[in-house]
């Protein structure tokens, strides 16, 4: 079973770009979540779909940050226009469930976006 | 707003040793507790924890949480080069299982 997939693994732009972050869930996975870890700091939360709907956004940064999920399955994150702070490692996490039980959630590699 | 603690940040030990890592976590509402290994990239599940007093085992490693004290331990017995990583502790708080992590411990083994 193919695990949790991100593109690109890695990302450099100059401050004032746009960049679009992939996501690939595992398959049949309802739950996407996007987490980011800037240098030196724990993972954050960042959003919450189930299926195509945005569960909780709570951790999205500011409206420069706008993450879709289309039909369900894959999801992307566009950031636009980057700034510096933006700089950091995107991890994209799956798991399965809709009750309220709780799933572990498995992570794909990250994308290292760098801003300069 | 909700909080997760490791210790060590850091710690450097001889093959075969054993190691105890730690866990403390401070939020509103919990449902578990997981820990990751994180090696290059993805960090990649290890436990996940909800009952307290029931340790979790798989090879070399095992976890157990304490809800009284708020805590979680993962322990590696007999350590080998390849433990070398980052162990992140997260806990599920439940509001959207949304997770928070730890900064993690940085566990290196040597020969």
């Known amino acids: 079973e193919a695990g949790v997939t991100q593109f690109p693994s890695h990302s450099v732009i100059e401050k004032g770009q746009t960049v679009t972050l992939r996501c690939d869930p595992i398959?049949?996975?309802?739950?996407l979540y996007w987490y980011r870890r800037v240098m030196g700091k724990e993972i954050k939360f960042l959003l919450h779909f189930v299926k195509e709907s945005k569960q909780d956004e709570s951790g999205m940064p500011n409206n420069r940050f706008l993450a879709e999920r289309t039909g369900g399955t894959y999801s992307t994150l566009k950031v636009q226009p980057a700034e510096l702070e933006d700089s950091g490692v995107y991890f994209c996490?799956?798991?399965?469930?809709?009750?309220?039980?709780?799933?572990?959630?498995?992570f794909g590699p990250g994308t290292r976006l760098t801003v300069t | 707003e909700d909080k997760v603690v490791q210790s060590p940040l850091s710690l450097v030990v001889h093959e075969g040793d054993t190691v105890t890592l730690n866990c403390s976590y401070e939020v509103t509402n919990f449902r578990s507790l997981l820990w990751y290994k994180q090696e290059k990239k993805a960090p990649t599940f290890l436990f996940m924890l909800t009952s307290s007093g029931i340790e979790k085992k798989s090879g070399r490693l095992s976890s157990i949480l304490d809800k009284k004290e708020l805590s979680s331990i993962l322990n590696i017995t007999a350590t080998q080069t390849g433990d070398s990583a980052i162990y992140l502790c997260a806990v599920d708080t439940g509001t959207a299982s949304k997770l928070t992590f730890g900064t993690g411990t940085r566990l290196q083994v040597t020969l």
């Open positions: 398959s049949g996975h309802d739950n």
């Open positions: 996490a799956s798991s399965q469930g809709l009750d309220r039980v709780t799933y572990e959630q498995y």
